[in-house]
Structures are given as C-alpha cells and as structure tokens.
C-alpha cells in the first residue's frame, strides 16, 4: 500500500508560479513511477508529468513551464509550476505505480485568475 498526500494548490494570477508537493508513505519504497494528473471541471483526467526511474516526461501543454522533481531521501515529488495560465486550473493528483498496482493522492486545487 501507497499512501500519497499533495500540498501547494491555491490561486495564483496568471504568469504566476506554485510548487506542488507530494509525500508519499506505507511502500514507498518500491515505487517504479510517480508523477502528477490533473482534471479540470467537465475534462478527462490527464497526465501532466511523470517520472520513471530516471526517465521523465511531460504533457506537450506544459513543456518548457512545469517541471517535475523528486527527492528520494523524503519520498516526496514536486511539480514547480512557472508561467501558469487560466487553462492549468484544475484539481491536480498525485499518482504511483508499485508493483503493477496504481495509487491515487486525493488531490490539490489549482485555480490560476486571469
């Protein structure tokens, strides 16, 4: 079992920046990937970063403003945020693989006012 609990959301005016942050707990350990989903109201959940091994990757809408980090040492995963615009609210998840078994944080509110 993976515990994952995101911190960071709030509202922010477009050009602004956040970091998101998410500390994952229980099985930590075995993580084989992690990264950030979002959703916005009436849209599918979407992948907006993830880290696999030493691999990462990014949604093509966020290349070049977000980028995704992870501290091995804390289990914690950061989406520093820069350039942020009114189509990036959305509530923002945290999401592990371990073992072929996926897991979801509850989520974070981003709202970026233009």
């Known amino acids: 079992q993976v515990q994952l609990v995101e911190s960071g959301g709030g509202l922010v005016q477009a050009g602004g920046s956040l970091r998101l942050s998410c500390a994952a707990s229980?099985?930590?350990?075995?993580?084989?990937?992690i990264g950030w989903y979002r959703q916005a109201p009436g849209k599918q959940r979407e992948l907006v970063a993830r880290i696999t091994g030493s691999n990462t990757n990014y949604a093509d809408s966020v290349k070049g403003r977000f980028t995704i980090s992870g501290d091995n040492a804390e289990n914690r995963v950061y989406l520093q945020m820069n350039s942020l615009r009114p189509e990036d609210t959305a509530v923002y998840y945290c999401?592990?693989?371990?073992?072929?078994?996926?897991?979801w944080g509850r989520g974070t509110q981003v709202t970026v006012s233009s």
């Open positions: 229980g099985s930590a350990s075995s993580i084989s990937a």
């Open positions: 999401h592990a693989i371990r073992m072929g078994m996926g897991y």
